[in-house]
């Protein structure tokens, strides 16, 4: 199999999801040990939940990208793509609301570090994704196959060049 993906924002994305991870555990390591400081075990919990649920829902998106651009060339390629993107976001909102009635009633949950953390999470993985986007070497134009040669350069009446 080829390895190399015709589409352009494959590189891209395997490059921010692998990046992404490893600054998570930079982040959750930050946010549990101000969390722990700010509120004790709560602000740990707080802290490791909120970074956990910024990096579980922007690697969803990633993701469900990926997956539909393994589709590339099939004639339902566009139709497949947003299905599989927007099933994504559906997933992430539901995901999203579940996550939030079940820790809306919480003693655990300090909810000024959750949601400072999750913030930070979120903010940290834009730089990584700007960073990554700058120094990928991507032309702008990546998915064009130019042609050859320009049909005017040849001389009026020359014939055509054989293959």
Known sequence: MNSKSPVS?????????????GV??????????IGF???GPHGLWSGLLGVLLAVVFLGITAASILIAN??????LYVQLFFAIVLGGWLLKLGIFFVVMVVLSGQPWISPMVFFLSIIAGVLLSLVVDAIVVVRMRIPVVSDVSLP???????????????N
Do not use: C, N
């Not at 998570?24 to 040990?33: C, E, H, L, P």
């Not at 393994?70 to 004639?75: K, V």
């Open 9 to 21: 924002s494959t590189p891209i994305l395997r490059s921010t999801l692998i990046w992404s991870g």
């Open 70 to 75: 393994r589709w590339y060339g099939d004639p």
């Open 148 to 162: 050859t040669e320009v049909p005017e350069d040849r001389a009026p009446g020359a014939e055509e060049p054989r």
């Open 24 to 33: 998570a555990i930079v982040v959750a390591a930050a946010a549990g040990v």
């Open 37 to 39: 400081l700010v509120d």
